[in-house]
């Protein structure tokens, strides 16, 4: 069964750092984009970062640009998303989601086919 999982949420200070990491099974994702979205509570869902399957070309929300690093190291079938300098605003769910069309780049939410159930990240002193 094709699942995408998310860990290393938690809860930082202001100003500290988490990586984030996308595991698949079922699935390689060697082929396949992949972007990081996030939810705060009580607002929409919002892109985060995307990565091409080669991991050649990646890109950022302006509020996270800086910030964050997206990479993927496709013999761990993995994604992460590094997240530095973090404000209580990055406070939200963040999922990973994956486009089913090998050997592309889409990033926006429509675009995804695959979901993780997110990983919470909590940013308060």
């Known amino acids: 069964q094709l699942q995408l999982v998310e860990s290393g949420g938690g809860l930082v200070q202001p100003g500290g750092s988490l990586r984030l990491s996308c595991a698949a099974s079922?699935?390689?994702?060697?082929?396949?984009?992949i972007a990081w979205f996030r939810q705060a509570p009580g607002k929409e869902r919002e892109g985060v970062s995307c990565?091409?399957?080669?991991?050649?070309?990646?890109n950022y929300a302006d509020s996270v640009k800086g910030r964050f690093t997206i990479s993927r190291d496709n013999a761990k079938n993995t994604v992460y998303l590094q997240m530095n300098s973090l404000k209580p605003e990055d406070t939200a769910a963040y999922y990973c989601?994956?486009?089913?069309?090998?050997?592309?780049?889409?990033?926006?939410?429509?675009?995804?086919?695959?979901w993780g159930k997110g990983t919470l990240v909590t940013v308060s002193s």
């Open positions: 079922g699935f390689t994702l060697n082929y396949y984009s």
């Open positions: 989601a994956a486009d089913d069309i090998p050997l592309g780049y889409k990033c926006s939410e429509d675009a995804m086919d695959y």
């Open positions: 990565i091409s399957y080669s991991g050649g070309s990646t």
